[in-house]
C-alpha cells in the first residue's frame, strides 16, 4: 500500500469512517483515486487550520450541516458515500470564501 492512501486511510479512520465505507471511498480500480486522496488531505489541512485539533475535526464530520446543498447532512457520511461529487462538495465547503 503506498503512502498516499495510507494517509488518506488514516484520516477517514479518524474522521469515525468505517472499513467498508473507506473501500467505497477508496477504491483501487478507480481512475479519480489521486484526486479522492487530495481531496482527503485538503480537507482535513483546512479543518485543522480552521478547528485546531483532531477532536474538534472528528466533531465537525459528524455534524449535521443545515445548508440547502447539503439537506441536514453530516460530512462524515457524504464522504463515505464513496461519491467524488460529494467529496468535492465538502471541499467547496471548507475551503475559504
Do not use: C
Request: no cysteine.
Amino acid at each position: 500500500m503506498n503512502t498516499e492512501i495510507v494517509i488518506a486511510t488514516t484520516l477517514l479512520r479518524r474522521w469515525g469512517i468505517k472499513a467498508s465505507e473507506i473501500e467505497q471511498v477508496l477504491a483501487k480500480d478507480d481512475h479519480q483515486l489521486d484526486e479522492r486522496i487530495n481531496i482527503i488531505v485538503k480537507i482535513h489541512k483546512l479543518v485543522y487550520k480552521k478547528l485546531g485539533n483532531s477532536k474538534a475535526i472528528k466533531a465537525f464530520m459528524a455534524e449535521p450541516n443545515h445548508e440547502a446543498k447539503w439537506n441536514g447532512r453530516q460530512p462524515r457520511l457524504m464522504i463515505a458515500s464513496g461519491s467524488i461529487d460529494d467529496l468535492r462538495d465538502v471541499l467547496s465547503f471548507v475551503e475559504p470564501k
